[in-house]
């Protein structure tokens, strides 16, 4: 082999391997950095995971409230129904009664009325 060329093999291998350090230091550097800020996450996330356990335990106890009043209000809703179908069976009684006053008040009337004629008949 020349001499020149290996002169430029050897400088190609100096650039490879000047370029292969650089590259591995600034991937050093952005592991350090990378690993600052994970940190930071990690330190940002426990608090931040403590909440949402809280919160969730508040979801699920409100939940269970809210269940337990629709409950409550389902049977509310159940007497409700049960009192106006019984009002409503008293209002068709009354109904009922109130047109039975009207025919015995009818019938009276005729009853007196043909009495009436029945007097003036006999006069």
Request: proline share 2%.
């Given at each position: 082999?020349?001499?020149?060329?290996?002169?430029?093999?050897?400088?190609?291998?100096?650039?490879?391997?000047?370029?292969?350090?650089?590259?591995?230091?600034?991937?050093?550097?952005?592991?350090?950095?990378?690993?600052t800020?994970?940190?930071?996450?990690?330190?940002e996330?426990?608090p931040?995971?403590?909440?949402?356990?809280?919160?969730?335990?508040?979801?699920?106890?409100?939940?269970?409230?809210?269940?337990?009043?629709?409950?409550?209000?389902?049977?509310?809703?159940?007497?409700?129904?049960?009192?106006?179908?019984?009002?409503?069976?008293v209002?068709?009684?009354?109904?009922?009664?109130?047109?039975?006053r009207?025919?015995?008040?009818?019938?009276?009337?005729?009853?007196?009325?043909?009495?009436?004629?029945?007097?003036?008949?006999?006069?």
């Amino acid at each position: 082999m020349t001499p020149l060329a290996q002169v430029v093999l050897v400088l190609c291998a100096v650039v490879l391997t000047v370029a292969i350090v650089v590259t591995l230091a600034s991937i050093r550097r952005a592991a350090t950095r990378l690993e600052t800020v994970l940190q930071l996450v990690e330190r940002e996330i426990r608090p931040l995971a403590t909440q949402v356990e809280g919160l969730a335990a508040e979801v699920r106890t409100l939940s269970q409230v809210a269940n337990q009043e629709l409950q409550r209000i389902s049977g509310v809703v159940r007497r409700v129904e049960l009192i106006s179908f019984k009002i409503a069976r008293v209002v068709g009684v009354a109904n009922n009664l109130a047109s039975f006053r009207g025919v015995t008040s009818v019938s009276s009337g005729l009853k007196r009325a043909l009495g009436v004629f029945v007097s003036r008949l006999k006069a």
